[in-house]
């Protein structure tokens, strides 16, 4: 569903040239975020998972930067949650494109955490009728 729709995005924007490279592409859960890179994996594209390795799923460590800085300068496409886009590994990189997957489930504040990344065209995909963003309370 949306997620390959996603997916197809990126393919579309970063093979035809539509977009500055890097381009950000994130969701607010590591499993959507594991779902993106294993589909744009697939499709041929330089994708780089940023995140903690513990939360990680194994199937796309093979993407993870994991230390290897040069995979994040080559990098066609970076991919990290909402949050972990915030992290310092991504400090001295802009994008331009950012592409928010079940952003609908995300917080308004974590949503505006990658788009402070430079950047000047957002695609926000989600579907308000699924569910809402989770906030935890004590």
Same mark, same amino acid.
């Given at each position: 569903?949306?997620?390959?729709?996603?997916?197809?995005?990126?393919?579309?924007?970063?093979?035809?040239?539509?977009?500055?490279?890097?381009?950000?592409?994130?969701? $607010?859960?590591?499993? @959507?975020?594991?779902?993106?890179?294993?589909? !744009? +994996?697939?499709? =041929?594209?330089?994708?780089?998972? %940023?995140?903690?390795?513990?939360?990680?799923?194994?199937?796309?460590?093979?993407?993870?930067?994991?230390?290897?800085?040069? $995979?994040?300068?080559? @990098?066609?496409?970076?991919?990290?949650?909402? !949050? +972990?886009?915030? =992290?310092?590994?991504?400090?001295? %990189?802009?994008?331009?494109?950012?592409?928010?997957?079940?952003?609908?489930?995300?917080?308004?504040?974590?949503?505006?955490?990658?788009?402070?990344?430079?950047?000047?065209?957002?695609?926000?995909?989600?579907?308000?009728?699924?569910?809402?963003?989770?906030?935890?309370?004590?």
């Amino acid at each position: 569903g949306k997620t390959t729709t996603a997916v197809q995005i990126v393919a579309a924007l970063v093979q035809y040239g539509l977009v500055d490279l890097p381009m950000l592409v994130t969701a $607010d859960s590591n499993t @959507a975020v594991d779902n993106l890179v294993k589909g !744009i +994996g697939k499709r =041929g594209l330089k994708v780089v998972r %940023v995140g903690r390795p513990e939360s990680i799923r194994e199937d796309v460590k093979g993407y993870s930067l994991d230390g290897r800085w040069k $995979d994040l300068k080559n @990098a066609e496409v970076v991919c990290a949650t909402c !949050i +972990g886009a915030s =992290g310092s590994t991504l400090d001295k %990189v802009r994008f331009s494109t950012v592409l928010i997957d079940e952003c609908t489930q995300a917080a308004e504040s974590a949503a505006l955490v990658p788009m402070a990344r430079g950047c000047q065209q957002a695609i926000l995909i989600g579907d308000q009728c699924q569910l809402p963003p989770t906030v935890l309370s004590d």
